[in-house]
């Protein structure tokens, strides 16, 4: 599974830091999310996914949905 993150779209709620602190962090500037791990274990793909979905601003999009056991967690390019 690949997860696109476009950090610069981010409303800095922190859904994603409460969901899955293991992964994502706040920018402590703006608020707005940062990846912490960019090959998270295959273990997380349920938090993951929980975050994608639930994120107020959908800032994630997956690509590879059926790629559960290789995650990659990339940042958009601006």
Not at 56 to 77: C, G, M, N, W, Y
């Amino acid at each position: 599974m690949r997860v696109i993150v476009s950090a610069s779209n981010c409303i800095a709620s922190g859904m994603c830091v409460l969901a899955c602190p293991q992964v994502f962090a706040q920018n402590e500037i703006d608020g707005s999310v940062e990846v912490l791990d960019h090959h998270p274990p295959a273990s997380l793909f349920a938090s993951i996914h929980n975050v994608v979905s639930n994120c107020p601003a959908q800032v994630f999009r997956i690509e590879d949905p059926d790629t559960h056991s290789d995650i990659l967690i990339e940042e958009e390019k601006a």
